[in-house]
């Protein structure tokens, strides 16, 4: 790991986490339990498409371990998050290597796993397999998030240049 | 300056996309039906109200019997009255509010009042199926309708 990588994970992970504090104070008038835009994710599927698997990995779980230390602690929340976050990170990196498909399926498929994974842990810490009433509902919402945060991902990825001639700027000057 | 025509390519939406987010939508379908039709919802004298705090059960009543409302405090010393319509949730009182208070009228369950930030279990409103549970997150608080006469069998 160079100190470039470094940093790069790091400042992606500052700005994760200070999205997804704003995005806490967003409150969204659906009464299913769990659910969230999973706006952070947008900085989670650039990194992954524009840097590669190993930042979008260490910006992920960095960013759910940044945000239980600052925020909500290690409690049934981090478990959630991580979990979520997890078969989030699993669906995604499969889909990047063994297919073709852009970051519309990626994000697509990212949140509906992200819902599945809390809605397991859900069930193993509360010992009940009632929450799963929810799942679809919550599936559902978070494919059109999904769907909606891999368009505004395009609007940036689209504009920058590819990662290999940023670097050849820097060597040249 | 020039993007790569292949890194490019995996930016817009392609042929593959349409297969994965079809296979999703067909996930997503199938955890529907099965949550619609799989699952018992239908509610009679039979049922239960089963009430637990962080995975460990402090309230399983029929549902018969009528609440207005139930009053779950994290006071100590009390270790639940159901009688008196006061539950306690005894030793780790970690809990947001200092009360959650459920109704339990005509078959149906409701959270009336409750502190948490997003006062999701509360808009929830009235719950009348069976095996939908209202969830309390930062309270640790779970209400459901629990019937138990669909796993026994008919003849017994």
């Known amino acids: 790991m160079n100190i470039e990588r470094i940093v790069r994970i790091s400042l992606f992970v500052a700005l994760s986490t200070v999205i997804h504090f704003f995005e806490s104070m967003i409150v969204i008038p659906i009464p299913i339990p769990g659910f969230k835009l999973g706006l952070a994710n947008i900085v989670g599927v650039f990194v992954l498409f524009y840097y590669g698997y190993k930042d979008y990995v260490g910006v992920t779980f960095f960013r759910v371990l940044l945000v239980a230390i600052l925020f909500s602690g290690f409690g049934t929340g981090f478990l959630l998050s991580f979990a979520g976050n997890l078969f989030a990170v699993l669906i995604t990196t499969l889909i990047y290597f063994l297919t073709r498909s852009s970051i519309f399926s990626a994000s697509v498929l990212g949140a509906i796993f992200h819902s599945i994974g809390q809605v397991l842990m859900y069930m193993l810490i509360s010992q009940s397999v009632y929450i799963i009433t929810y799942l679809p509902y919550l599936a559902i919402l978070s494919m059109l998030s999904g769907f909606l945060l891999a368009l505004i991902c395009r609007m940036v990825l689209i504009r920058m240049p590819e990662y290999k001639d940023t670097s050849k700027i820097r060597r040249k000057r | ?156």
């Not at chain 2, 995975?55 to 010393?77: A, H, S």
């Not at chain 2, 539950?87 to 009042?113: A, N, Y």
């Open chain 2, 1 to 156: 300056m020039k993007l790569n025509s292949k890194a490019k390519k995996r930016y817009n939406f392609n042929f593959q996309d349409v297969i994965f987010i079809l296979l999703g939508i067909f996930l997503v379908i199938s955890l529907l039906l099965y949550t619609l039709f799989g699952i018992n919802r239908n509610v009679n004298e039979n049922s239960f109200v089963v009430i637990t705090y962080a995975g460990t059960e402090i309230y399983n009543r029929p549902i018969t019997e009528e609440k207005d409302p139930l009053v779950i405090t994290k006071q100590m010393g009390i270790t639940g009255d159901p009688e008196n319509n006061i539950l306690s949730i005894g030793r780790e009182f970690d809990f947001v509010g200092p009360t959650v208070e459920v109704r339990i009228v005509d078959m149906t369950i409701q959270v009336v009042q409750e502190d948490s930030p997003h006062k999701i279990c509360s808009n929830q409103g009235v719950v009348k199926y069976a095996n939908t549970p209202i969830i309390c997150e930062p309270n640790y608080i779970q209400v459901v309708i629990v019937d138990y006469s669909s796993d026994k069998p008919d003849n017994m």
